[in-house]
């Protein structure tokens, strides 16, 4: 292991604390660019025809907040147990599609596309808990309640599009 894997010269295998640090700040960009455009979601989630198994909008900050120190804890263990670069950066696509996600839906009010990038984001997770899995069972494990909760957004935004 050594100090590229996250493509700073800084990350090194005596200071795995640092690169924790690295990890949660890029899981807390992600989950910023997403508050950015939610900050009116509360409002324009209730205004939406639903299904009856939405849930209530109070809801998705608590799930998020312990999603995102999963996600950060995993792409930390994966690094640890010497993923790739290439492994990183499908860790890091998959924050880039997450991060698009909101605005697309609440920003953009494009249901349908994204219903599409979520889809995509959801093959993204798949792909990064298969590679992560191979490094440390525990990051890919870490990584499966995401992917559930994507799941079932990904149905909650088809659900919303079609009612829209």
């Known amino acids: 292991m050594n100090?590229?894997?996250?493509?700073?010269?800084?990350?090194?295998e005596r200071?795995?604390?640092?690169a924790l640090g690295l990890f949660a700040g890029a899981v807390l960009v992600?989950?910023?660019?997403?508050?950015?455009?939610s900050v009116s979601a509360g409002s324009t989630y209730t205004a939406l025809e639903q299904p009856s198994w939405a849930p209530p909008p109070w809801l998705f900050g608590p799930v998020w907040t312990l999603l995102y120190v999963m996600i950060a804890v995993a792409?930390?263990?994966?690094?640890?147990?010497g993923a790739t670069r290439r492994e990183l950066t499908l860790f890091g696509v998959q924050?880039?599609?997450?991060?698009?996600?909101?605005p697309l839906f609440f920003g953009l009010g494009w249901f349908w596309v994204a219903f599409a990038e979520i889809?995509?984001?959801w093959l993204a997770i798949v792909a990064v808990i298969v590679v992560f899995s191979r490094r440390s069972k525990a990051a890919g494990l870490l990584l499966v309640p995401y992917l559930g909760w994507v799941s079932f957004a990904a149905a909650l935004n088809l659900s919303i599009a079609v009612l829209n």
Request: hydrophobic letters at 60%; proline letters at 2%.
């Open 3 to 12: 100090g590229y894997h996250l493509g700073m010269t800084l990350v090194s």
């Open 15 to 18: 200071h795995p604390l640092r």
């Open 30 to 37: 992600t989950a910023v660019v997403g508050s950015l455009f």
């Open 75 to 81: 792409g930390w263990l994966a690094w640890r147990a």
């Open 95 to 102: 924050l880039v599609l997450n991060a698009a996600w909101t």
């Open 119 to 121: 889809l995509v984001l």
